[in-house]
Each structure stands twice: as structure tokens, then as C-alpha cells.
């Protein structure tokens, strides 16, 4: 009945994960300070949890955006297609700018991003990504901060999901083979 019953295996117990954002955060204090007042754009939907837990770890003052763009449809291979679906509210000119993502897999959707608001001018741009796949990588991008390297495996939980499900797991984990073949 639960999600939990469609979980195969756990990759990233809740515990690992609370304490790697911990980690990030304090690194990422190590870089800017009050006067960058650096604005986070979380990459929507998928970022959202690891955005505001990494958020709370955050000594600067600081700012957040969204940014929604697609690159997958409901199955779990990139389409190769990346459309900005939500564009920022506000200018980055002149800003120090943080990506926070999920997810970096074929590394497209990061390098679309990267490329289209470094055209904005900002003052800086970083990306910290929650996860990454290297054995995946088809474009190379320059990640500053990563959390954990995964194996080469659709993940769920923690903000990722599988059909728009899945998102409110509190670790990373794998779907059994039955959940994937009924959908995708
Ligand atoms: P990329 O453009 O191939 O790097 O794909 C990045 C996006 O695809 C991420 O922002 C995720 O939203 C999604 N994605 C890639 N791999 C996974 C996965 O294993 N689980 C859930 N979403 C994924
Ligand atoms: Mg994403």
C-alpha cells in the first residue's frame, strides 16, 4: 500500500543525507559571505527538498529563485530537449548565482542552464548538484559542489521522482524492476 512497499533497495539513508547537506552547506559558507547576498535558483521540481534543507545550513544572507525546466517526459531517458518551462522571477546581472539540482545524468540539462544564465551576466555562477551520475555524462559540466556519486540507476526520493511520484521519500533509493516496467 505505502510508497515504501515499491523500494527495492535504499542508496542514501536519511541520515547520510542529512548529514552530507550539512556538509555542502558549510562549504559553501566558505565561499560567500554577507556582501555576495548569493541567490540560490533551484532547479524545480526535483531540487526542492535539498534546497530547503540546504538552505537552513546557509550562514550569508541569501536569496531564492526557481527555475523549472524540462528535459525527460514521464519515462526516465533525457529526450535530449531542454525548454524552460519557469524562467526566474527576478535579474541575475551583477549576482552571484548558485544552481541547485538533483541530479546531474547525460548532463544536459545543467549544461543548458549553466549557458543560458551565464548570458545574463551574473557575477558568478556555481552549481552544487545533490547526486551525479558520471557513467552517465554525454556533456561535460563543471560541478562546484556534489553531494554523492551514483551508480548508473533511476533513483527516487528526497525531491527525485519517478512519474511525478515518489518525491516525499526521505532517502534515496530504487524501485523495484515491476514499478518501472507498469509505467515507463
Ligand atoms: P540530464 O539532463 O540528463 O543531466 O538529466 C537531469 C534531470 O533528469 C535531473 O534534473 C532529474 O530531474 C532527471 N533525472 C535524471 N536521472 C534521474 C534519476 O535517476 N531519478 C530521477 N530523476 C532523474
Ligand atoms: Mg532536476
Known amino acids: 500500500m505505502g510508497l515504501q512497499d515499491d523500494v527495492a533497495r535504499v542508496l542514501i539513508t536519511e541520515d547520510e543525507l542529512q548529514t552530507r547537506v550539512a556538509e555542502l552547506g558549510w562549504a559553501i ?3 560567500y559571505n554577507d556582501d555576495d547576498r548569493p541567490l540560490l535558483v533551484c532547479v524545480l521540481k526535483g531540487a526542492f527538498i535539498f534546497l530547503a534543507d540546504l538552505t537552513r545550513h546557509l550562514a550569508m ?28 522571477e527576478q535579474s541575475i546581472e551583477g549576482r552571484h548565482v548558485l544552481i541547485v539540482e538533483d541530479i546531474v545524468d547525460s548532463g544536459r540539462t545543467l549544461a543548458y542552464m549553466a549557458r543560458n544564465l551565464q548570458t545574463r551576466g551574473p557575477a ?52 523495484k524492476e515491476e514499478v518501472y516496467a507498469k509505467s515507463g
Not at 65 to 80: H, K, L, N, P, R
Not at 157 to 170: T, V, W
Open 29 to 31: 559558507n566558505e565561499v
Open 61 to 88: 544572507r541569501h536569496e531564492v529563485d526557481f527555475m523549472e525546466v524540462s528535459s525527460y517526459g514521464a519515462g526516465t531517458e533525457s529526450t535530449g530537449v531542454v525548454r524552460i518551462l519557469l524562467d526566474l
Open 124 to 175: 558568478s555562477l556555481r552549481i552544487c548538484a545533490l547526486l551525479s551520475k558520471p557513467a552517465r555524462r554525454e556533456v561535460d559540466v563543471e560541478l562546484d559542489w556534489v553531494g554523492f556519486e551514483v551508480p548508473n540507476e533511476f533513483v527516487v526520493g528526497y525531491g527525485l521522482d519517478y512519474a511525478e511520484e515518489y518525491r516525499s521519500l526521505p532517502f534515496i533509493g530504487v524501485l
